[in-house]
């Protein structure tokens, strides 16, 4: 099987009047008084689109920050976006931060992109895809899965034999395989999480977004580190000289796990396969 992923595609409206209340109001100084929105860009959103298409994939999975501050405008060109990918091809998604801004945000996701909980599985070619939604809206933009969803989890695990995709927007480890660090801006249970994943022997991979430069690392495990892949930012814009460029990767899966893993970064013009193999380029 053939699992394109995709991840902070970021997509940036300026909010209306009445949308700059609570938490967005900074995220809008931050975005557009700030310069961040400078960091995105429609050229790499609409060639990562083309690109992921090219692929084939026979599932596409995103990780979520689809959008930069949860607008009303930003789920509509989002999902306009990724709408010739969700036509043609299977596609589940998690939120990100960025898309859980408001409470309404929430509802407006799942309208958008799919249906979303705390732990979903996606059966597809012989692996089970599960999917860990850990985002709510917080001013600290903290992530949490809780106990009722560590002990799905746990249960969702033990109740099946095939092998397991997990995916989660924030980090379980950081990219010198440390734990994932701040105290806000990432999964307050993220240990917790891994701890319930290390005890299943069928967890094959973790793939996961927010950190927007891509790495690969490991999560610990007796003589059996598990894969744990952040393509990095799909919406990024090209700045060469700032080594910065959107990325997205294709998994190959097969029965006994993680066969290989491709990775793509925009050259500016379109997607080509990273120089070196994934992640090798230090891009
Ligand atoms: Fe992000
Ligand atoms: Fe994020």
Redesign the pocket.
Known sequence: MRVAHIT?VHVERAPGVGELFNKRLAGAVNLYLLGRHQHFSPASQSALVKAVAEVQPDLVLCT??LTATATTAEFAAAAALVAPLRSRFPWVAIP???DVYTDESVGRFARSFGPTAPVRVHAAGGWDVVLVDVCHPDWLSRGWLGDAGLADLEATLAGGTAPVLLAI?YPLRDRRGERYGPSTRACIDAEAIEAVLVRFPRVRLVVH??EHHGYRTELPRDGDPIASIDPGAGGYAHLPERKRTAHFCVYELDGNGLSAVERYAFDGERFVPEVGGAFQSGG
């Open positions: 902070d979520g920050d990100g931060n960025h927007h977004g927010h």
